[in-house]
């Protein structure tokens, strides 16, 4: 079983930065992909990032291309989202996620971000 702990989310405005943490402990991390996912209200969860804990390629959801980057710290099995020139429809709970194939897919309990105008 993988725990993922998100903290980092608040309020910010339109143009602002923020970075925002994912936590993981269990076993065989290594094996796990680890991304970043969002839910707007009313919308359904979207794909944000995603990392790898080797050195293999990260991959963006076009809308946050070039604003956002992901990035880990294995030595202390954290994931991290710098969000940068955040925009209003940046707005939406920030889940974690590791994706283990066969080993189990886990979720974080998420942390908001709203971004006003």
């Known amino acids: 079983q993988v725990l993922l702990a998100e903290s980092g989310g608040g309020l910010v405005q339109a143009g602002g930065s923020l970075r925002l943490s994912c936590a993981a402990s269990g076993r065989f991390l290594s094996t796990y992909r680890m991304g970043w996912f969002r839910q707007a209200p009313g919308k359904e969860r979207e794909f944000v990032a995603r990392?790898?804990?080797?050195?293999?390629?990260?991959i963006y959801a076009d809308s946050v291309k070039g604003r956002f980057t992901i990035s880990r710290d294995n030595a202390k099995n954290t994931v991290y989202l710098q969000m940068s020139s955040l925009k209003p429809e940046d707005t939406a709970v920030y889940y974690c996620?590791?994706?283990?194939?066969?080993?189990?897919?886990?979720w974080g309990q998420g942390t908001q971000v709203t971004v006003s105008a």
């Open positions: 996620n590791a994706d283990g194939g066969a080993r189990g897919d886990y």
């Open positions: 990392i790898t804990w080797d050195l293999g390629p990260t």
